[in-house]
């Protein structure tokens, strides 16, 4: 019959195996056993996560680490995150020390960005016009940055002039930056009345040939 004992001395555990008039001793390290916990700790500590706080992976790299998501977790083995669709997701220490992890909850402020498409029927002086108020309006928002206010022709789409809108807003909290957004968008639309400037639309044109036979 064989026997077995665990001893554990001076932070290190002897696994050891008698019988069969022969024993052998395994030797393994605490310092082994808790090494990946200890990484993830400090990889974490490193980015100023806790739990609670929304963090986020590259999607092109690290599979199991959503780009959005909340930490609520950290154990032996595995970080469980939440992501946006409350799914719960149970990620490998391992993993979470080989990857790219970001941390929102850092952050001071978050981007309003985006391409404004107006109709080709807007002439030069109208854009002009539009992006000077544009501007104006954003600048004049409690919301933004004042210095971080862009608005730029940005290029000419198959169906839209494009204009780049960019501004930074003064939240990192999502729930107030969507509310912060809407009430742009709204001014923006207020602007775009205003100046008699219209939203383009994907639309296609067809040309059709009058044939000469009868």
């Known amino acids: 019959m064989q026997e077995r004992h665990f001893f554990l001395v001076s932070g290190i555990f002897f696994d050891v195996h008698a ?10 390290s605490l310092h082994d056993i808790h090494d990946v916990q200890v990484q993830v700790v400090l990889h974490l500590q490193e980015l100023g996560v806790d739990i609670g706080h929304q963090i986020g992976g590259d999607q092109n790299v690290d599979a199991g680490i959503p ?3 909340e930490v609520i977790d950290i154990n032996f083995r595995s970080t ?8 719960i997701n149970v990620v490998t220490n391992s993993q979470i020390c080989a990857s790219t992890v970001k941390n929102a909850a850092l952050r001071t402020m978050r981007p309003y ?3 404004l498409g107006v109709t080709y029927n807007t002439t ?12 104006a309006m954003l600048k004049a928002s409690p919301y933004t940055y004042e210095d971080s206010v862009l608005v730029k022709l940005n290029g000419f789409g198959a ?7 960019s501004a930074y807003l003064r939240t990192a909290d999502m729930t107030r930056f969507l509310q ?32 000469g036979k009868n």
Request: contains cysteine; charged residues 25%; aromatic residues 6%.
């Open 180 to 211: 912060m957004q809407n009430d742009l968008n709204l001014d923006l639309m207020d602007v775009m009345q205003k100046n008699g400037v219209d939203f383009a639309f994907p639309s296609t044109t067809v040309y059709l040939e009058k044939s």
């Open 67 to 69: 780009k959005v998501c």
């Open 19 to 28: 019988g069969g008039g022969k024993s052998k001793i395994h030797t393994v």
């Open 124 to 135: 030069r002086p109208q854009l002009e016009q539009l992006m000077a108020d544009l501007t």
């Open 113 to 115: 960005k985006f391409n």
């Open 159 to 165: 169906s839209s002039i494009d204009l780049l809108v």
């Open 80 to 87: 469980r995150i939440r992501s946006l669709d409350k799914t």
